[in-house]
């Protein structure tokens, strides 16, 4: 892999909601590879659940930092199923290594990561909690202030993503224990 890599033009807008980040990364990775979408209609077109596995947990203008079944979000599944619907090509991954990360900036493909959020468009550590859904009884971690940004450059020791509307450079440790939390959760462009 190249010691330095960056997806050029990636643009992003900051969020309607206060918890629909997933959305917007989403409808900003599908610009990026030519499909146009609303996201007040991809966030509506999200099925609705207490499973952030099969749907959007909560309410999308809810309090931030909860878990699970109160106001939170939704994981990368349900997601990239409905990136699918839209005809993109997107699947949903746990337990990545960075480098599998670094292959996909360097072939030209932002990724779609699921992080700890902070104030100011920061990242921060979380810590990852089990969480059994009472409708499916499936169980998954969780984790307060779930987020999503779009990975799209890296050198070495740093990452830069872009959140919302800001592109933020983080050293590679700060990004790694924010995205470890949810056990390296991403969408990317793969069938």
């Not at 924010?178 to 990317?188: P, R």
């Amino acid at each position: 892999l190249p010691p330095p890599a960056y997806v050029s033009g990636m643009t992003g807008q900051d969020q309607i909601f206060t918890l629909d980040c997933e959305s917007r990364s989403a409808v900003d990775w599908a610009k990026h590879f030519g499909v146009n979408l609303d996201e007040q209609h991809f966030l509506n077109h999200l099925p609705r659940s207490d499973d952030p596995e099969t749907g959007f947990v909560g309410d999308p203008d809810g309090n931030a930092g909860d878990l699970p079944p109160n106001d939170y979000g939704v994981h990368a599944p349900p997601v990239a199923i409905l990136l699918r619907d839209y005809g993109l090509v997107a699947q949903a991954y746990r337990s990545l290594r960075c480098d599998d990360l670094r292959a996909e900036v360097a072939a030209g493909n932002p990724a779609i990561v699921w992080v700890i959020g902070g104030v100011n468009y920061s990242l921060v550590n979380g810590a990852p909690h089990f969480y059994t859904s009472a409708s499916s009884g499936n169980t998954t971690i969780v984790a307060k202030l779930e987020h999503t940004v779009i990975l799209v450059g890296y050198t070495p020791d740093q990452v830069t993503v872009l959140n919302g509307s800001q592109f933020v450079t983080l050293s590679l440790d700060q990004f790694l224990d924010s995205w470890s939390a949810l056990d390296f959760m991403v969408i990317l462009a793969r069938p």
